[in-house]
C-alpha cells in the first residue's frame, strides 16, 4: 500500500496501479469495470487504505465481480424514476421530497444504489431544470422537508450552494432542508469556511454524513465535522450493512463511537439495496437483526440507528424486523 497519499483523485485503472492500490494483473479487468461505474478515490481515502482487502479498499476500488449481476440485482433498487414528478425531484413520501441537484460524488462507492447514474460527468442539472425543480416544490405545499441528495450536494461550489439553500429558505412551507453527504469523510478539505457558511438558514437544518467504518473518522475528518458542529449545524449519521466493512458487532460499535465522539448522532442503518454487481457485500437480514440485539447491551442508545430496508417498488423504508 502506498506510503504517501495520492496527490489527487484517483479514476482509472491505471491511477489506481501507480498508486500502489491495484496490482498491474487487476487492471484490464477493473479497466472494464471502469467503462461502466465511476472511479473515484479522493487522496484522503487512500490515504486510509492498509491492505487490499481492508474496510476503506472494499469500499472504494472497484472488483471485477461488479459485473456480475445477481437475478434478484436491479438498476433502480429504491425505484426513484416512477416517483419523479420533474427532473431531480424524487416524491414519494407526502411531506417530504428529494432533490438531486447533481450526480457527481467526492468518492464512487462500490456498493451504491444508484451505481448505474452517479458519475462525475452527470446529471448536474442545469440553470432552467433546477428552476423548474424549485417551481414544483414552491408549488407542493404539502412538502415541509427537502432532502438534498444526489450524487453529492457538497460537490457544488460554495456559491452555488449558497444559492441553493437561499432558494429553498424563501419557501414559505418549508421547515426543514437536510443534505446527505459522503464529503467530510470522504474529501474533508472542501469543507471550507466558506462552504460551511453557504449552508447558513433560517429553517431547521440538518446534514446527514455517510460513514461505514470507525477508520473513516480520521483527523481531518473530524475537523471539517468540527468546523460544521461550529457553526451550530446537527450532524446525523448514515451508514450500510457491509460484508468485510462493518459487518461485526464490534466494527459496528467502533463505528458508532466514533460518530457520537464527532457529534454524529447515528441515524440509519441501512440493509444494502440490491444494485448490480453488489452481491459481494450483502449480509442477510437475520444477521443484521442479531448484529443490532448484539449492540443493545454494548452501547448507548445513543449510539443505536435504526436498521432500514427499502421495500420493493419505490415503497419507502421500514424497519428491518
Ligand atoms: S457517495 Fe453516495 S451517491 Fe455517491 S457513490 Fe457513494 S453511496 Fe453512491
Not at 472494464?32 to 465511476?38: D, I, K, L, M
Not at 415541509?144 to 456559491?159: C, H, K, N, Q, Y
Not at 450500510?240 to 442503518?269: C, H, I, W
Not at 443493545?296 to 436498521?307: F, K, M, N, W
Request: aromatic share 6%.
Amino acid at each position: 500500500m502506498p506510503d504517501d497519499a495520492p496527490a489527487r483523485t484517483l479514476r482509472t485503472a491505471d491511477e489506481l496501479v501507480a498508486a500502489g492500490l491495484l496490482p498491474a494483473s487487476a487492471a484490464p479487468a477493473v479497466a472494464e469495470v471502469a467503462a461502466r461505474y465511476s472511479i473515484a478515490v479522493t487522496p484522503a481515502a487512500a490515504s486510509l487504505i492498509e491492505s487490499p482487502d481492508d474496510p476503506i479498499a472494499l469500499q472504494y476500488i472497484p472488483d471485477p465481480a461488479e459485473l456480475l449481476t445477481a437475478p434478484d440485482e436491479i438498476e433502480d433498487p429504491t425505484a426513484d424514476a416512477p416517483f419523479t414528478p420533474v427532473k431531480g425531484i424524487v416524491h414519494r413520501y407526502p411531506d417530504r421530497a428529494l432533490l438531486k441537484p447533481l450526480l457527481a460524488c467526492p468518492v464512487y462507492c462500490r456498493f451504491c444504489f444508484r451505481r448505474e447514474v452517479v458519475g462525475p460527468d452527470g446529471g448536474l442539472l442545469t440553470e432552467a431544470e433546477l428552476d423548474a425543480a424549485l417551481a414544483w416544490i414552491a408549488a407542493t405545499p404539502a412538502i415541509r422537508e427537502v432532502i438534498l441528495t444526489g450524487g453529492d450536494p457538497l460537490m457544488l461550489s460554495a456559491r452555488r450552494l449558497s444559492w441553493l439553500v437561499a432558494r429553498l429558505s424563501a419557501i414559505p412551507h418549508l421547515d426543514i432542508i437536510r443534505i446527505h453527504t459522503r464529503v467530510p469523510v470522504a474529501d474533508p478539505g472542501r469543507v471550507t469556511e466558506a462552504l460551511v457558511a453557504a449552508l447558513a438558514t433560517g429553517k431547521a437544518f440538518f446534514l446527514c454524513v455517510h460513514a461505514n467504518h470507525a477508520r473513516e473518522f480520521a483527523p481531518a475528518a473530524q475537523a471539517a465535522l468540527a468546523r460544521l458542529v461550529a457553526a451550530g449545524i446537527p450532524l446525523l449519521g448514515q451508514s450500510v450493512l457491509l460484508r468485510g466493512v462493518n459487518d461485526s458487532t464490534q466494527a459496528l460499535e467502533d463505528l458508532f463511537r466514533a460518530m457520537l465522539r464527532a457529534r454524529v448522532k447515528p441515524y440509519y442503518l441501512h440493509h444494502l439495496d440490491k444494485a448490480p454487481g453488489t452481491a459481494r457485500f450483502r449480509v442477510p437480514e437475520t444477521e443484521g437483526l442479531a448484529l443490532m440485539a448484539a449492540l443493545r447491551g454494548r452501547i448507548s442508545g445513543l449510539a443505536q440507528p435504526a436498521y432500514v430496508t427499502e421495500t420493493p417498488g419505490g415503497g419507502g423504508k421500514v424497519l428491518v424486523r
